[in-house]
């Protein structure tokens, strides 16, 4: 009798082999190194240290921290945050629901005019964006005009992550809907209020959550167009790592992280229903 030859059974669940070591090396453990520096002191042992650090920078407990120079960098990020998110959804859900409703065939040949400038190199287009603010005479003029300079530097970068969702949202929506609030005697006004935009709402808190929370870390816009002027959260844990005191950097990190994740899970960016297709999944 001869015995059978082995052959390895090929499965498309294997295709994921590779994204799940990229997933363990690059995700899980650079977390757990975070965790790990966050509640251990020098000599490795479990402590919360820097939580009271965090909390107890000058000494007064919550009242040193609510005056600390951590907890105002915290309010300047999430002030620049809002801004910039709340600016975007003003400029982007026009622009989208343009798009999305021109009697064009191909609509994605407009949406590309907005997606090109993401193709050119992120420094570089933040430093042409400071050579305009030079030319305007806004460049480092007045710590008032940096942030206003940060602000519209979030809105440049993530602009694209607004309109993207809130185009893919507007375009799946029921046109038979809005012609039902016509027939019952709504106005145009009217039925984008009350069909249109409640529609759309997936697309919106899509696009903000991806507006708002990595306009919280981008510091590299906040250095080139404000010298340095400005500092948010990100350039904060920044300045930790750099200075060698990866712990204090480590608890940091960790609770911005904590805020993503709440953040996301408030606005239901964890549910896999209209959530995906707001991202841009079906886009193309």
């Given at each position: 009798?001869?015995?059978?030859k082995f052959r390895p059974r090929f499965s498309r669940k294997m295709l994921a082999i590779p994204y799940g070591l990229f997933l363990l090396v690059f995700v899980v453990v650079p977390l757990f190194i975070v965790l790990y520096y966050a509640f251990t002191n020098d000599e490795g042992k479990f402590t919360f240290e820097y939580l009271k650090v965090f909390f107890n920078e000058n000494g007064e407990g919550l009242k040193g921290f609510f005056s600390s120079y951590n907890f105002k960098t915290i309010m300047r990020s999430f002030f620049i945050s809002v801004m910039s998110t709340i600016?975007?959804?003003?400029?982007?859900?026009?622009?989208?629901?343009?798009?999305?409703?021109?009697?064009?065939?191909?609509?994605?040949?407009?949406?590309?005019?907005?997606?090109?400038?993401?193709?050119?190199?992120?420094?570089?287009?933040?430093?042409?964006?400071?050579?305009?603010?030079?030319?305007?005479?806004?460049?480092?003029?007045?710590?008032?005009?940096?942030?206003?300079?940060?602000?519209?530097?979030?809105?440049?970068?993530?602009?694209?992550?607004?309109?993207?969702?809130?185009?893919?949202?507007?375009?799946?929506?029921?046109?038979?809907?809005?012609?039902?609030?016509?027939?019952?005697?709504?106005?145009?006004?009217?039925?984008?209020?009350?069909?249109?935009?409640?529609?759309?709402?997936?697309?919106?808190?899509?696009?903000?959550?991806?507006?708002?929370?990595?306009?919280?870390?981008?510091?590299?816009?906040?250095?080139?167009?404000?010298?340095?002027?400005?500092?948010?959260?990100?350039?904060?844990?920044?300045?930790?790592?750099?200075?060698?005191?990866?712990?204090?950097?480590?608890?940091?990190?960790?609770?911005?992280?904590?805020?993503?994740?709440?953040?996301?899970?408030?606005?239901?960016?964890?549910?896999?229903?209209?959530?995906?297709?707001?991202?841009?999944?079906?886009?193309?």
């Amino acid at each position: 009798m001869t015995k059978a030859k082995f052959r390895p059974r090929f499965s498309r669940k294997m295709l994921a082999i590779p994204y799940g070591l990229f997933l363990l090396v690059f995700v899980v453990v650079p977390l757990f190194i975070v965790l790990y520096y966050a509640f251990t002191n020098d000599e490795g042992k479990f402590t919360f240290e820097y939580l009271k650090v965090f909390f107890n920078e000058n000494g007064e407990g919550l009242k040193g921290f609510f005056s600390s120079y951590n907890f105002k960098t915290i309010m300047r990020s999430f002030f620049i945050s809002v801004m910039s998110t709340i600016i975007c959804l003003l400029i982007a859900y026009p622009i989208a629901y343009i798009i999305a409703n021109c009697k064009l065939k191909n609509k994605s040949c407009l949406l590309l005019l907005f997606i090109v400038p993401m193709w050119v190199n992120f420094v570089l287009r933040i430093n042409a964006l400071k050579e305009l603010f030079v030319w305007l005479g806004i460049y480092n003029k007045s710590n008032a005009w940096n942030i206003v300079n940060t602000i519209i530097g979030m809105v440049y970068d993530f602009l694209p992550f607004m309109i993207l969702p809130i185009y893919t949202t507007l375009i799946k929506i029921d046109k038979s809907y809005l012609e039902a609030a016509k027939d019952l005697g709504a106005t145009p006004a009217k039925a984008f209020i009350k069909v249109t935009l409640p529609l759309s709402k997936a697309g919106i808190i899509s696009g903000a959550s991806m507006v708002f929370l990595p306009s919280m870390t981008n510091y590299v816009v906040s250095n080139y167009l404000t010298s340095r002027n400005v500092k948010i959260v990100g350039k904060l844990i920044d300045d930790y790592f750099t200075g060698d005191l990866w712990h204090d950097g480590s608890f940091i990190a960790l609770l911005l992280l904590l805020f993503m994740f709440l953040v996301t899970w408030l606005t239901g960016g964890f549910k896999e229903d209209d959530q995906s297709v707001a991202r841009g999944a079906s886009l193309w």
